[in-house]
């Protein structure tokens, strides 16, 4: 008798075969900041801008959430924001 084949009862031909179910891999949970709290990789791109382009942080955050990571753009800007000051 192989080990796909079992005799049960009545019936000797009957073959039982081994099935595996493959579940969907569930993505990975992802830690999200809290609302109201900037993601730690944020923070250090507003500190990076302070401390570079003479920017407040306000400032600093208001041009990334504006102009995401177009970095020559948030130059431009920063830059207009040096000179009316």
Known sequence: ?????HEAGNSPNT???AVAYITPRRPMA??????GRL????EFEIEHLVDTL???PNQ????LTKYGNDWER???????F???A
């Open 54 to 56: 003479g920017l407040s």
């Open 30 to 35: 992802t830690r999200r900041a809290k609302p």
């Open 39 to 42: 993601a730690k990789g944020r």
């Open 15 to 17: 073959k039982y075969v």
């Open 74 to 80: 948030i130059r431009q800007e920063a830059e207009k």
């Open 82 to 84: 040096n000179d009316e």
């Open 1 to 5: 008798m192989s080990t796909t084949e």
């Open 60 to 63: 600093a955050q208001e041009l």
